[in-house]
């Protein structure tokens, strides 16, 4: 499957969905209007049934959201629209990792970076962090050996779904320094394989 059409088809499914949602949220309340029924029973119901259109439509808008920019050697991505805008120095960008999570199409992106650089999102490296991924854990050990001192910190991204690919392809041109696992490059030539086919 060609990635950049399966972007397209991606993001307009999302409008459909918005756009239906946005129907359903105001055709509701006309309806109860026609047809007059205004006991608490339809009411109650009605309100529950909006509040329930909004949470899925919040839920998929932050699932879906991942805006990013390289601009002056720093790296900032928006991943959802709930949560802080990352900011990072593509010089301390050290190891880039991606695991798939429920679908082959849809995975996350694992950070590590030697410097927090003012950045809410970059969180320090914990044993815990280190159990759940040992792929992860693997390369922090020989770096740990290598520079002792320093202290390390990661971010996920799991917004976005596809887009990520692009995402991947903007951090591997713009982190040269960094290492990328074998998963996270399969993704980038898969991703530029697509793009140079057209």
Known sequence: MNINKAIRKQKRSYKRFMLSMCFIFLLLPIVLLVLKSFKI???VYLIIIQLLILAAMLIRSNNETLKFEYNNYRLKI????MRQELNILCEKVVYVHTESIEDEEDFNIYLICSSKFRSKRLFPISLNFLKNHPYISYYYSKIKKQY???QYYYTVIKSGRLIKYALLDAIYKSCVYAEY???AIEKI???REDSYKK
Do not use: A, C, V
């Not at 928006?78 to 629209?81: A, F, L, R, V």
């Open 181 to 183: 696992s074998e998963d």
């Open 189 to 191: 030539k898969r991703y």
């Open 78 to 81: 928006n991943q959802g629209k």
């Open 41 to 43: 029973f339809y009411i």
């Open 148 to 150: 002792p001192e320093k």
